[in-house]
T-cell receptor, first 112, second 113 residues
Framework: GESVGLHLPTLSVQEGDNSIINCAYS??????FIWYKQESGKGPQFIID?????DKRQGQRVTVLLNKTVKHLSLQIAATQPGDSAVYFC???????????FGKGTRLSVIA | SAVISQKPSRDICQRGTSLTIQCQVDSQVTMMFWYRQQPGQSLTLIAT?????????ESGFVIDKFPISRPNLTFSTLTVSNMSPEDSSIYLC??????????FGQGTRLTVV
């Protein structure tokens, strides 16, 4: 289930299940979105991106969905593995040369 | 993809002193950024490091406290000046070619005592 921790909301899933991590972004003008994975003690690592002219993009075991109407982004991880345990951040930007603005993040905990 | 090296990876500093963090990218990049990440929280943008001109700071961050250099397209430094315990955080360097994914260094974990 999903719960709010001290700082980050946490999503706990059983190994092998699918995970869905949600993000509400803030700027309706944003046209490029990225999901990052951050493991403990490391910098954020790129997972997948999507541009505003798309509403879905698939990668290896991951899918990003974009709903511009409600400014919502989601990351779906298929067959979640213990190595997927990390904090996941969505990030948004616009106009090509502006810095990324990060969402609050979600901690994914995979139960073996 | 760009590889970003940051150093130091961690440091413990006395209050009132300054620390300079270095960020080296293995290829020329258009844009470099500095972020701060408090434990258990998201990334907050400090500034955009502009090559050949003064950095662009976000609200709440000032040049006197966080001077930034970017002498060329592969290197930048961030100095945390006159440190206090409230500056204890992870500082992250990021690089991008614009309208594409941004890559991150491993971060510098700073503890001010």
């Amino acid at each position: 289930g999903e719960s709010v921790g001290l700082h980050l909301p946490t999503l706990s899933v059983q190994e092998g299940d699918n995970s869905i991590i949600n993000c509400a972004y803030s700027n309706s003008a944003s046209d490029y979105f990225i999901w990052y994975k951050q493991e403990s003690g490391k910098g954020p690592q790129f997972i997948i991106d999507i541009r505003s002219n798309m509403d879905k993009r698939q990668g290896q075991r991951v899918t990003v969905l974009l709903n511009k109407t409600v400014k919502h982004l989601s990351l779906q991880i298929a067959a979640t593995q213990p190595g997927d345990s990390a904090v996941y951040f969505c990030a948004e930007t616009y106009s090509g040369n502006t810095p990324l603005v990060f969402g609050k993040g979600t901690r994914l905990s995979v139960i073996a | 993809s760009a590889v970003i090296s940051q150093k130091p990876s961690r440091d413990i500093c006395q209050r009132g002193t300054s620390l300079t963090i270095q960020c080296q990218v293995d290829s020329q990049v258009t844009m470099m950024f500095w972020y701060r990440q408090q434990p258990g929280q998201s990334l907050t943008l400090i500034a955009t490091a502009n090559q050949g001109s003064e950095a662009t700071y976000e609200s709440g961050f000032v040049i006197d406290k966080f001077p930034i250099s970017r002498p060329n397209l592969t290197f930048s430094t961030l100095t945390v000046s006159n440190m206090s315990p409230e500056d204890s955080s992870i500082y992250l360097c990021s690089a991008s070619d614009g309208n594409t994914e941004a890559f991150f260094g491993q971060g510098t974990r700073l503890t001010v005592v």
